[in-house]
């Protein structure tokens, strides 16, 4: 059994960009949704759909997005909260990250944001994880 569906993700997704698969199939809730959500607004991947199987179980499959030279446009993807150690921020130490060419994701009391809306919108909270 998976303790950390977010963790899990994240690697599901590094795993399958390293062996520069198209698509992807990631274990469903409503945090790893939010957090797919902000990398498909952001661009990191192309698109993502939740899909139901074997009667109420929901997976997310997502497609991977790739440059011309068949690259992945994901560098990095690392986890930074950890059930065992949470970390949080307040707004003002969000404000960019990788000098703008990556993105932190944030769990607010607005909702999972990435680090620059979080910004604009003066909350912070809780650092998921982060991506370039």
């Known amino acids: 059994m998976v303790n950390?569906?977010?963790?899990?993700?994240?690697?599901?997704?590094?795993n399958a960009s390293m062996?520069?698969?198209?698509?992807?199939?990631?274990?469903?809730?409503?945090?790893?949704?939010s957090?797919?959500?902000?990398?498909?607004?952001?661009?990191y991947i192309e698109s993502f759909n939740v899909i139901e199987k074997d009667g109420n179980k929901k997976y997310i499959k997502i497609v991977?997005?790739?440059?011309?030279s068949g690259k992945s446009v994901i560098?990095?993807?690392?986890?930074?909260?950890n059930p065992g150690r949470r970390v949080y921020e307040p707004h003002s130490n969000i404000k960019k990250f990788k000098n703008g060419y990556g993105t932190i994701?944030?769990?607010?009391s607005k909702g999972v944001l990435s680090n620059d809306a979080a910004?604009?919108?003066?909350?912070?909270g809780e650092m998921i994880c982060s991506i370039w």
């Open 119 to 124: 910004y604009a919108k003066g909350v912070g």
């Open 105 to 108: 994701v944030v769990s607010t």
């Open 4 to 14: 950390d569906l977010v963790a899990d993700a994240l690697t599901r997704i590094r």
């Open 75 to 81: 560098t990095e993807i690392k986890k930074i909260s």
């Open 19 to 33: 062996r520069k698969l198209e698509v992807t199939e990631l274990l469903h809730s409503k945090l790893v949704e």
């Open 35 to 43: 957090v797919i959500g902000v990398f498909a607004d952001k661009g």
């Open 64 to 68: 991977l997005k790739y440059d011309d």
